[in-house]
C-alpha cells in the first residue's frame, strides 16, 4: 500500500489533531510522556549500556501505547489537587507502567516488535558513530562541543544530524504501528515507513522543527548547567512529548490510513 503524499501544510494539521487528542486524553499522553522521560533518565545514568536498552525498550513500549489508545477508553481526568496525590500517581504513574506492558500480553505481536527493536538499535548505533566522528558525541553532547570550541562545520552538523534523529522517530513509530496494527514483518514495516518519509518530506521536516525547537531549548539548558537542563527536561520534556506521540499518531492515520477526512481533503 503506497502512503498518501499531503502538501507542507500538512505539518499544522498532524499539530493541531496532536492537541486535539492531548485536551482529551490528557491523562494518557501526559502520563505515557513522564513515565517515558523518567526510564530514559534513568538509564541514561547506566554507563554504555542505558542509551542501548532505552532504544531496544522504546518499540515494545510504544506498541503498548498505541494499542491501548486503539482499543481503551480514556481514563477519567483527576484534578491536580494536593489532597489527591494518590489517585494523580495511579494515573499519570502507575497506569502508564501497565499501557507500555501490555504488548506482552499478546503473544504473535511480540516477536515482530522485538526484531524492529534490533533493527531500531543498528540505526542507532550507525548514528552515533556518524556523530561521533564528524561533531565528536551525540547531538545533544554536540552542542556543547560547538559551543566551546565554535565550529562551523560542528553547528551546522549538530542540528542536520538531529533533524535526523527526529525523522527517523518518526519513522519508527510509523513501523511499529504498521507491526501492530497492518500485520507487517519488521523490515517491510520499516521500509513503508521510510519511503512515506521520503515521499512526504516536507511536511515532516516542518514538523520535525517544531519539536527540534523545544529540544535545542533543553539542550541549552544543560549546556548552561546541569541544574537548569533536568528542570527544562522534566517540564517542557513531558509537554512536548506529550504533544508528540498523539501527533505523530494522527500523523501515521493520515498517511497510511487516511481515516482523517480533514487532512485527506489536503490532497
Known amino acids: 500500500m503506497t502512503a498518501a503524499k499531503l502538501p507542507a501544510r500538512a505539518a499544522r494539521e498532524w499539530?493541531?489533531?496532536?492537541?486535539?487528542?492531548?485536551?482529551s486524553e490528557r491523562e494518557r499522553w501526559g502520563g505515557a510522556a513522564l513515565v517515558y522521560l523518567l526510564l530514559a533518565m534513568a538509564?541514561?545514568?547506566v554507563p554504555f549500556l542505558g542509551d542501548l536498552l532505552l532504544?531496544?525498550?522504546?518499540?515494545?513500549?510504544?506498541?503498548?501505547?498505541?494499542?491501548?489508545?486503539?482499543?481503551d477508553n480514556v481514563p477519567p481526568p483527576v484534578p491536580f489537587e494536593r489532597t489527591r496525590w494518590r489517585e494523580l500517581a495511579r494515573v499519570h504513574l502507575l497506569a502508564p507502567l501497565r499501557v507500555y506492558l501490555r504488548l506482552f500480553r499478546s503473544e504473535e505481536r511480540v516477536l515482530p516488535v522485538l526484531m524492529l527493536s534490533v533493527l531500531a538499535l543498528g540505526g542507532y548505533v550507525a548514528l552515533q558513530i556518524i556523530g561521533y566522528v564528524f561533531i565528536?558525541?551525540?547531538?545533544?553532547?554536540?552542542?556543547?562541543a560547538v559551543a566551546v570550541a565554535g565550529g562551523?562545520?560542528?553547528?551546522?552538523?549538530?542540528?542536520?544530524?538531529?533533524?535526523?534523529?527526529g525523522l527517523l522517530a518518526i519513522a519508527l513509530y510509523h513501523s511499529v504501528a504498521l507491526t501492530v496494527f497492518d500485520g507487517r514483518t519488521p523490515p517491510a514495516a520499516l521500509a513503508d515507513s521510510l519511503r512515506a518519509c521520503a515521499r512526504n518530506w516536507l511536511p515532516l521536516v516542518l514538523f520535525a522543527l517544531v519539536f527540534?525547537?523545544?529540544?535545542?531549548?533543553?539542550?541549552?539548558?544543560?549546556?548552561?548547567?546541569?541544574w537548569l537542563g533536568y528542570p527544562l527536561l522534566l517540564a517542557l520534556g513531558t509537554a512536548v512529548l506529550a504533544l508528540?506521540?498523539?501527533?505523530?499518531?494522527?500523523?501515521?492515520?493520515s498517511l497510511h490510513h487516511d481515516t482523517r477526512a480533514d487532512i485527506a481533503d489536503l490532497v
Not at 212 to 226: I, K, M, Q, T
Open 244 to 253: 508528540f506521540l498523539p501527533a505523530v499518531h494522527c500523523c501515521f492515520e
Open 212 to 226: 527540534l525547537a523545544a529540544w535545542a531549548v533543553v539542550a541549552g539548558g544543560f549546556v548552561v548547567s546541569r
Open 136 to 144: 565528536g558525541g551525540t547531538p545533544v553532547g554536540g552542542v556543547g
Open 15 to 23: 499539530i493541531t489533531c496532536g492537541l486535539e487528542r492531548l485536551r
Open 43 to 45: 538509564l541514561h545514568r
Open 152 to 165: 562551523r562545520a560542528a553547528a551546522l552538523l549538530v542540528p542536520l544530524l538531529a533533524l535526523v534523529y
Open 55 to 71: 532504544i531496544l525498550l522504546t518499540p515494545p513500549l510504544l506498541a503498548g501505547l498505541l494499542l491501548t489508545a486503539q482499543h
